[in-house]
C-alpha cells in the first residue's frame, strides 16, 4: 500500500515517539510500511484537544504512534486494516471533548483516526432530513440548517465545538431535550466502519448494533462515518432568559422550589440552573451565584403566564427574555455577545482549559441540606462551576430499553460538577482532582443509587476502567447504561468478537461459555 494515491499525506507520525522505547521497532515498521508519512505532528495533535489536564499528561507519556487525518472513507478503512495487521490499538477523535482524552490519549501503542476533515452535511428539506459526517460539530450543523430554515432546527449540545461522532454516541442533549429528546432519538440511520474495514448502515449492520451505537458509545462497535437525522421544526421566535441570585438573595430556597417543578412544566420550556462560585460582598470570602438559564419555544407572552404558574417564585418578568431566531439562541447559550454574527458557529477549535468533571442523576428532589452541603463544598473548591438539567417531557416518554441510552423515566436531573484552574503543574492537577473526589462523596447520599448512575460524555474514570474483563467493566457499565450493559456487551459480542476496537472505558464482549 505504500505510495498509493489516496493514502499520501494523511498519516502523521511523532517522531520522537518511533524512536521511544514504548514503541517495539517492529510495530513501529509494520505501520509505516502499511502506510506513508507526512512531517506534521504536535499541530495536528492538539488542535481537537479540549482537556489540558489530560493532553499535559498525554505529551509526557500517553501520546500516539501516529494521527490518521483522514480525507476520505477509504482512509478510515485502510487504517483499521493495517492497525489490526500491526497490532496496534485505535482511538477515534472528532471533536476532542472526550472529558477524559480517551480519544487521543492511552497508556497502550495506538493509532489515532482523526474525524476532522470528514465533515460533510447534506440538507433534505424535501423530507426533512441530513446526512451529516462525525467530524462535522454542532456548530457548523446549527448554522448549516439556518441556511435551509428558519423554521427547522436540530436537538443536541449547547457547546458548539463538539464533534457530531461522539456527540451523538454517548446520547446528544441540549436545550431542546424535553420537547424532542436526545439527538439520537431523532437519528433514523448511520455509517459505521466494523473490525473488517467494511461500511455497514442500518441495514446491513443490523438493527441491535444500530440500537447499541445511539448511546452505548460508538467507539465499542466501529467508527462512525456519518449519522442520517431527522429535523425538527421550532417556531420562527424562541425566547430565552436568565435570571441570577446568590446565596445571600435567596438562591436555596429558589433552587430547591425549582427541584420541585422544572421536570413538570410545559415542554416547550427548559430551565437549567448554573451554580457558580463568586466573590463575596466583604471579608474577601465567596459565595454561590445561581443563573436560572431558560429557553422555550415560542414568544414571552405564552411563556411568563407559564412560568409564573408553576413557579412564582422565579419572579420572571418581560423584561428578562429575549426573543430571538432558533440559530441566534444557539449563540446565546454558547456565551456569545448579542449581535455576534452566526458566522461563529463555523469555528471548530475548542478553547483549552485545565479541568475535572464528574456527573451523577438525581431521581428525587435533593433536600436543602444537601443544596446547604453542596455550596459549602463548592466554596472550598473555589474555581468550579456546575450545571443541573431538568429532564422529564419527551425524555420520561421514552423506554429505558428503546435506545441504548437508559436514564429516562424517573430521572428528574442531570447533574455536572467541573472544577478547572490554569496552573499547569502536577501539584495543582492532583489538588483539584482530589478536591472533585471529595465533593462527589458528599453528595452521595443525596443522588441516585445500586448503582450510582452516570453520564457517559461526561466521562469520568474515576468510576472504573476496564476493557477486557466483563465483570469488572460491569461496574462502569452499570453506571452508564444501567440495564442496558449486558445486551451492549451481547451485541458487541457478535460486531466485534476479537475486541478490536477498545478504551479505557468501552464495552467488552459478553463472555461465551
Not at 480517551?102 to 446526512?131: C, G, H, Q, Y
Not at 464533534?163 to 451523538?168: D, E, K, L, T, Y
Not at 462497535?221 to 417556531?235: E, N
Not at 469488572?472 to 451485541?491: P, S
Request: glycine residues 8%.
Amino acid at each position: 500500500m505504500r505510495g498509493s494515491p489516496i493514502l499520501v499525506s494523511i498519516i502523521l507520525f511523532s517522531i520522537s515517539l518511533v524512536a521511544s522505547k514504548s514503541y517495539p521497532n517492529s510495530v513501529v515498521d509494520n505501520f509505516l510500511q502499511c502506510l506513508p508519512t507526512h512531517p506534521s505532528f504536535q499541530s495536528v495533535y492538539e488542535l481537537h484537544t479540549y482537556n489540558l489536564r489530560v493532553l499535559t499528561q498525554a505529551n509526557a507519556t500517553h501520546k500516539p504512534m501516529a494521527i490518521v487525518a483522514a480525507l476520505h472513507e477509504s482512509h478510515v478503512q485502510a487504517a483499521v486494516i493495517c492497525a489490526k495487521e500491526s497490532g496496534l490499538q485505535v482511538r477515534i477523535r472528532s471533536g476532542g471533548h472526550d472529558y477524559e482524552g480517551l480519544s487521543f490519549s492511552s497508556s497502550v501503542p495506538f493509532v489515532i483516526i482523526d474525524l476532522s476533515n470528514l465533515r460533510s452535511i447534506k440538507i433534505d428539506m424535501k423530507t426533512e432530513t441530513a446526512w451529516v459526517q462525525a467530524g462535522a460539530t454542532t456548530g457548523e450543523l446549527y448554522y448549516r440548517i439556518a441556511e435551509k430554515s428558519k423554521v427547522h432546527a436540530f436537538p443536541a449540545g449547547v457547546c458548539t465545538t463538539l464533534g457530531i461522532g461522539g456527540h451523538f454516541t454517548g446520547g446528544g442533549y441540549g436545550n431542546m431535550i424535553r420537547k424532542f429528546g436526545l439527538s439520537i432519538d431523532n437519528v433514523v440511520d448511520a455509517q459505521l466502519i466494523n473490525a473488517k474495514g467494511r461500511i455497514l448502515n442500518r441495514k446491513s449492520m443490523g438493527e441491535d448494533v444500530f440500537w447499541a451505537i445511539r448511546g452505548g458509545g460508538g467507539t465499542s462497535f466501529g467508527i462512525i462515518l456519518s449519522w442520517k437525522i431527522k429535523l425538527v421544526r421550532v417556531p420562527p421566535k424562541v425566547t430565552v432568559f436568565q435570571v441570577a441570585k446568590t446565596l445571600e438573595q435567596g438562591a436555596t430556597v429558589l433552587v430547591h422550589k425549582w427541584l420541585q417543578v422544572s421536570h413538570k412544566l410545559d415542554k416547550d420550556i427548559f430551565i437549567r440552573i448554573m451554580p457558580v462560585t463568586v466573590a463575596g460582598t466583604g471579608n474577601g470570602n465567596s459565595t454561590v451565584r445561581v443563573a436560572f438559564i431558560g429557553h422555550y419555544l415560542g414568544r414571552t407572552n405564552r411563556l411568563l403566564p407559564l412560568v409564573n404558574a408553576s413557579f412564582p417564585e422565579l419572579g420572571l418578568q418581560r423584561k428578562d427574555c429575549t426573543e430571538m431566531s432558533w440559530i441566534e439562541s444557539t449563540l446565546y447559550w454558547a456565551g456569545f455577545p448579542n449581535g455576534t454574527s452566526t458566522d461563529v458557529l463555523l469555528n471548530r477549535v475548542p478553547n483549552k482549559v485545565f479541568f475535572k468533571t464528574k456527573s451523577d442523576y438525581l431521581k428525587n428532589v435533593m433536600p436543602k441540606a444537601g443544596l446547604e452541603t453542596l455550596w459549602k463544598v463548592m466554596m472550598k473548591i473555589g474555581n468550579m462551576w456546575m450545571q443541573m438539567s431538568p429532564y422529564g417531557g419527551r425524555m420520561a416518554e421514552i423506554s429505558e430499553s428503546e435506545t441504548a441510552f437508559a436514564h429516562r423515566a424517573g430521572t428528574l436531573y442531570l447533574v455536572q460538577y467541573t472544577a478547572h484552574w490554569s496552573e499547569g503543574s502536577s501539584e495543582a492537577t492532583k489538588k483539584y482532582v482530589e478536591l472533585m473526589r471529595k465533593l462527589y462523596a458528599e453528595m452521595a447520599p443525596y443522588v441516585s443509587t445500586k448503582p450510582r448512575e452516570a453520564f457517559l460524555n461526561y466521562r469520568d474514570l474515576d468510576i472504573g476502567s476496564n476493557n477486557t474483563d466483563f465483570e469488572a467493566a460491569k461496574v462502569y457499565g452499570a453506571k452508564y447504561f444501567k440495564g442496558n450493559f449486558q445486551r451492549l456487551a451481547e451485541v458487541k459480542a457478535k460486531i466485534d468478537p476479537h475486541n478490536f476496537f477498545k478504551n479505557e472505558q468501552s464495552i467488552p464482549p459478553f463472555p461465551s461459555f
